[in-house]
């Protein structure tokens, strides 16, 4: 079982994130992921920060996406940080999010099969062979187009990460790992069954397969602390969350219509006002005790890394000691 802890912008300078990341490789941490949305902090300058500041954590997107940036700059990036790293690099791609591409006039061309065509293609590109006959949307690449350095020998591991049923199923078919977004942790069976009808239209084995899965994690002393460092993140994605997610836990995507209302009307307080015990379920918090409880399961499904990320809890630096401590030495 692996261990990965997932930040974003939220997070704070990338200074702050250094300094979080060090302590992160020094209780035992395996990997670092920091997310990539248009328009906040460049997960790019990030991780090269993290990486230089580190030695043995590794180090990836969660997420770039093919659509907003060119499959060019990405494999750019990508063999650059490899590079620079010493092969602690992992390349996190996915579709993005469409409400965030639509602020610059991007958008999805065909999420899945767009997508399977940008790893297709980074495939070749860092591994140094030219980008050959390419699929749409990047069809009109020269079939000659190559990197112009030597990328680094050590392969650099693809995982893709996402949520609908077509991107989970791409995962098995493609990729060497997956960052499904578990918003429950039930939805795990519903992940685990996508990859595999994945895995298996393509003939593919999952043997080696990193399922990262995906969590919110917020831990403190009391439930109550923990329950209000998520009211934030609950109350501003839970409305997007769709039916199939939100049924393992009794919710519809109507249960958050007061929330959706409120938050339209730029009144974020009315809408972490409005969130309901059942809402909660949406992550794993609490004491630390529950908690580890939770993980066991996941670990008992199959997930081979548990992928920890905001808010963990009231006191970041606290959160990470603590689940270090009390969580991940005793599963270990």
Not at 51 to 79: Q, Y
Not at 107 to 119: M, N, T, Y
Not at 135 to 147: I, V
Not at 315 to 330: K, S
């Amino acid at each position: 079982m692996r261990f990965g802890i997932r930040f974003n912008s939220d997070t704070g300078p990338i200074s702050e994130v250094v300094r979080l990341a060090q302590l992160a490789e020094s209780l035992g941490f395996d990997d670092l992921w920091y997310c990539h949305d248009l328009m906040k902090r460049d997960a790019w300058v990030t991780l090269t920060a993290v990486a230089a500041a580190t030695s043995r954590i590794r180090v990836g997107t969660c997420i770039v996406n093919p659509f907003s940036a060119s499959p060019a700059e990405i494999a750019m990036a990508a063999a650059s940080l490899q590079e620079f790293s010493d092969g602690r690099f992992i390349l996190g791609i996915g579709p993005g999010d469409p409400p965030y591409l639509e602020w610059i006039g991007a958008r999805q061309h065909q999420p899945r099969s767009g997508l399977a065509s940008a790893v297709r293609l980074l495939r070749r590109l860092l591994a140094g062979e030219p980008a050959g006959t390419c699929e749409p949307p990047f069809a009109n690449w020269d079939p000659q187009t190559r990197l112009r350095f030597t990328p680094p020998a050590q392969p650099i591991p693809i995982y893709i990460g996402g949520q609908g049923p077509r991107v989970l199923e791409l995962m098995g078919e493609l990729a060497d790992g997956g960052l499904p977004i578990l918003f429950p942790p039930e939805t795990i069976d519903f992940v685990q069954e996508r990859i595999s009808a994945g895995a298996a239209r393509a003939g593919r084995s999952l043997e080696g397969f990193d399922l990262a899965a995906c969590v919110w994690w917020s831990v403190a002393e009391s439930r109550r602390e923990a329950e209000d460092a998520l009211r934030y993140l609950t109350a501003y994605y839970g409305p997007s969350l769709r039916a199939e997610t939100l049924a393992p836990i009794g919710l519809t995507p109507a249960d958050f219509d007061p929330l959706r209302a409120a938050w339209q009307a730029g009144d974020m307080n009315a809408a972490m006002a409005a969130l309901t015990p059942q809402m909660f379920r949406l992550a794993i918090y609490g004491d630390p005790d529950d908690m580890l409880a939770r993980l066991e399961w996941l670990a008992a499904c199959g997930v081979t890394q548990i992928n920890l990320g905001p808010p963990l809890g009231p006191d970041r630096e606290q959160a990470l000691r603590v689940t270090a401590e009390r969580v991940i030495a005793r599963l270990r």
